[in-house]
């Protein structure tokens, strides 16, 4: 029997015209979960793990000066709780098919994230973490207004499954795996911004900013932003918290 759940992060992107100055374009992302809760007493507890050094470590090192604000609020605890990683470094495949232009804002992307959050690029996508996919996405009616976009710039998922720990091991864990599918044929600073953007999704940041200057923003702005305290603070905050994933199974 499948033993997963599935949810999506859409991203839609349109052009604005006329009195948007110095807002070229705007993605809307739209989250949606599905959720199969028929196994909810197998599940473990929910516990917290210990947060990634190298995250305490960038929080640790930010201007105290530019404020301690973040967005946590706005970060969704799901059935499994927060989408967090426990084994690290997290394994990112980056789609070998997708254009050499696709692949570097890609790569640049994930190893903008290394410097706050232990991600490796693998080549192995069927066992990978994290699998970056280049693929063109059927459009999408907009959820609130039923129009239908130009484009849609990428889309996030993530299934939860049971597996074992080890081949020597009977214990089994409460894992999750995240795909982003992410368009080609963009601008290249689109792709990054929207690469950087949805890489913050799939390491536990499933929600959206209300302020401009942070990547996890629900739209982009023409000078996109880089990871800022706020997406720091809020991803610290997050690996914080419990969550049901990375724990065992109780039989
Ligand atoms: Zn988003």
Redesign the pocket.
Same mark, same amino acid.
């Given at each position: 029997m499948a033993r997963w759940f599935k949810a999506r992060?859409t991203?839609q992107v349109r052009r604005l015209m006329g009195r948007l100055l110095g807002m070229a374009i705007v993605f809307v992302?739209v989250l949606a979960v599905t959720l199969q809760m028929g196994w909810a007493q197998s599940l473990p507890t929910s516990q917290v793990h210990p947060i990634p050094a190298i995250l305490i470590q960038a929080v640790q090192r930010l201007d105290p000066a530019v404020g301690p604000g973040d967005y946590f609020d706005a970060i969704e605890r799901k059935g499994v709780g927060y989408l967090i990683w426990s084994k690290f470094p997290v394994t990112v495949a980056i789609d070998e098919l997708g254009s050499d232009r696709w692949k570097l804002q890609v790569t640049t992307a994930v190893v903008e994230w290394q410097r706050y959050f232990p991600l490796k690029i693998v080549s192995t996508p069927e066992t990978a973490d994290i699998r970056i996919q280049s693929k063109r996405l059927a459009l999408k009616p907009d959820p609130k207004t039923g129009k239908l976009p130009r484009f849609r710039s990428a889309e996030t998922h993530y299934d939860v499954f049971v597996n074992k720990v080890s081949d020597d091991s009977d214990t089994k864990h409460l894992s999750h795996r995240m795909t982003i599918d992410l368009a080609s044929g963009q601008a290249d600073g689109v792709m990054l911004s929207v690469a950087r +953007?949805e890489i913050g +999704?799939a390491i536990g940041l499933w929600g +959206?900013s209300p302020n401009p200057d942070d990547i996890m923003y629900?739209s982009q702005v023409s000078k996109s932003p880089l990871i800022s305290s706020r997406d720091l603070r809020t991803l610290h905050r997050v690996y914080g918290q419990p969550t049901r994933l990375g724990w065992a199974i109780t039989p």
């Open positions: 992060s991203i992302c +953007h +999704h +959206h629900f």
